[in-house]
């Protein structure tokens, strides 16, 4: 599949950022004056913040500046991950760049005053709702403090930090490159993207194969590269937990999520140990079903039967998506239907496109996405997740401040993969024999919960070793990451499937490795998204009960927001309950083949 160049998409299948800023000039007058802003309100507030009537005055009216920063961290990031080899783009990214370094040290006294305010002063305005994620965050910061004169420097050095995942970005977007491989006389053409949105789950298994290889090839040339970013990266983070006294690298990175380690852990450890065995169970099934003596790594995103999987239209998709969310009500079906007609979707597959998706929240905008459209149900199952985040962006910036709008990244994902288990819900209850419903459960696991207590958790669970290596005083190279994630992938999926030296490469793929301790959090937010599924089929108030979940945004606690839904996650019994959902998908599916062989 030949990526063709941006240039030659329709407009219909690119994204419309004017709602964000006419053109490139109107953004970077829109720089100007909100660093004029930001001067204006230093000179206002340095060394003038005492009272609790001094920090209420400046909270609102730095919440303004915020909002500004807000529009032009997205404007400034979003061209280029849709097209690394345009240089006006590079130059808006620049551009944002050096607008934020300014931004955030001139505004670092603010943080500094927040932080050593007294407690007193920090209690009466958490007590404001408008506040009260701002405060909670401070109050964290507050214990960690380290002097405003380090606290300025290491907000100059935000640029130096975020260079590891820069790195790795513009390595996987424009610096990978796959070699064309030939399967019974045809040459296909590899790439990142391909590889990933069509060729892995391909249902001829030569093309998944030789696909495998050649991307497998094309990454191991940068592996050097890749594991020197990725050490710079944990070093950093470990220096900077160390410089805060934190008792560890894991609790410096946890403490923003508002979770602990036990939590991060459980996560980790009943994935590995509980819900392992059911996904080796599906995979042999699997195997089974379309006659594979044995499953490589090549294979494990193999359709259960990939002659159900139809090309969808991208007209199709936006029909699929109406129809999933109508349990949800007119109230939500209205908000998310404009994506279309005001073009917030950038769907086009073009060459030097960052891969996979994701959407994005200038707040009280409207959301964006950036995905690749292959025509595959698995990308219908990526734009409706998408979805599921630009909802959530919608109601919590309807209904919160712009300091409450953010969820915790440990449930962060919970809107997305909720819309994903509506999908699949949808499809079964429309399809009338065996097959079809059996295809549909299939979905519900590979593009739900395989891609999201899978993929992200292994990621979690090599993450965790790495992060034990630098807290031992040790480092790493290629080499070493090669062989954790090869044990990982080798102790979760057991002789279900044979992993091999490329298999151990995946821990090139993904860009989560430089977003914290982010990717476990994939499987957090499915255990709330399950219960508040479940909560949706068996309480007729679980609709409402949704919709309330989103517009809390970040005005509560990880643990009090998932009792919206009736979920305590300070127990493992939420995670046991969405094993079992799982392990009885699992067992409706072989029933469903069953019964098909049997006729």
Do not use: C
């Not at 440990?410 to 399809?431: G, H, I």
């Amino acid at each position: 599949m030949e990526l063709k160049k941006r240039s030659e998409f329709p407009e219909n299948e690119l994204w419309d950022l004017s709602a964000l800023y006419q053109d490139p000039e109107d953004f970077l007058r829109s720089i100007e004056k909100t660093l004029e802003d930001i001067n204006l309100f230093k000179r206002n507030y340095e060394g003038k913040l005492a009272t609790l009537e001094d920090f209420t005055r400046a909270l609102y009216e730095i919440e303004q500046i915020y909002i500004e920063m807000s529009h032009i961290d997205n404007y400034s990031f979003m061209p280029q991950t849709s097209d690394f080899s345009n240089e006006e783009f590079a130059q808006i990214a620049q551009a944002g760049a050096d607008f934020f370094t300014r931004a955030n040290v001139a505004l670092s006294f603010f943080d500094t005053a927040l932080a050593t305010a007294d407690l007193e002063i920090l209690d009466t305005l958490e007590e404001n709702p408008h506040f009260s994620a701002a405060i909670r965050q401070a109050k964290i910061q507050k214990s960690h403090f380290i002097s405003p004169e380090v606290e300025k420097a290491l907000t100059n050095l935000g640029e130096v930090f975020k260079a590891p995942e820069d790195i790795y970005t513009k390595m996987r977007a424009g610096d990978f490159e796959m070699e064309d491989f030939e399967v019974d006389g045809k040459v296909y053409q590899n790439s990142f993207v391909t590889y990933e949105n069509f060729y892995q789950n391909h249902e001829n298994a030569q093309v998944r194969e030789k696909a495998f290889r050649s991307f497998s090839a094309g990454l191991r040339k940068h592996q050097n590269a890749a594991a020197s970013a990725y050490l710079a990266q944990v070093k950093s983070e470990k220096i900077i937990a160390d410089m805060r006294g934190y008792d560890s690298v894991f609790d410096y990175l946890l403490a923003e999520q508002e979770v602990n380690r036990d939590m991060f852990d459980r996560q980790i450890d009943l994935i590995m140990t509980e819900f392992a065995p059911v996904a080796q169970k599906y995979l042999k099934h699997v195997a089974q079903v379309n006659g594979l003596k044995k499953m490589t790594f090549a294979d494990w995103k193999l359709d259960l039967d990939s002659e159900l999987n139809p090309e969808v239209t991208i007209d199709d998709a936006y029909d699929l998506v109406m129809k999933s969310v109508a349990p949800l009500g007119n109230e939500y079906a209205q908000e998310v239907s404009r994506y279309q007609e005001e073009r917030w979707v950038d769907f086009a597959a073009n060459a030097n496109k960052d891969s996979g998706g994701y959407a994005t929240d200038p707040y009280k905008v409207h959301p964006y996405v950036l995905m690749s459209w292959t025509g595959r149900m698995s990308d219908v199952y990526t734009l409706i997740h998408e979805i599921g985040h630009s909802g959530q962006f919608i109601f919590s910036d309807n209904n919160q401040s712009y300091f409450n709008t953010h969820m915790s990244t440990y449930y962060v994902e919970a809107p997305s993969t909720f819309n994903e288990l509506l999908l699949s819900d949808y499809l079964e209850k429309q399809f009338d024999n065996p097959r079809q419903k059996r295809f549909a459960l299939a979905h519900r696991l590979t593009d739900t919960y395989f891609h999201n207590f899978i993929t992200h958790l292994l990621e979690a669970a090599f993450q965790r070793q790495v992060y034990n290596l630098i807290e031992d005083g040790k480092t790493f190279g290629a080499t070493q990451l090669n062989k954790i994630m090869k044990d990982v992938l080798s102790q979760f999926w057991g002789d279900a499937i044979d992993i091999d030296d490329d298999a151990a490469l995946t821990w090139m793929r993904q860009s989560h490795y430089y977003a914290g301790l982010y990717s476990y959090t994939y499987s957090a937010g499915m255990v709330i998204s399950t219960a508040g599924y479940l909560n949706l089929k068996n309480n007729p108030n679980g609709a409402n009960d949704w919709l309330n979940f989103l517009k809390s945004g970040g005005s509560r606690t990880p643990l009090d927001t998932a009792k919206l839904i009736g979920a305590d996650i300070s127990t493992a019994q939420p995670l046991r309950d969405t094993i079992q959902f799982l392990s009885d998908t699992v067992d409706q599916i072989i029933a469903y083949t069953k019964e098909l062989n049997h006729d």
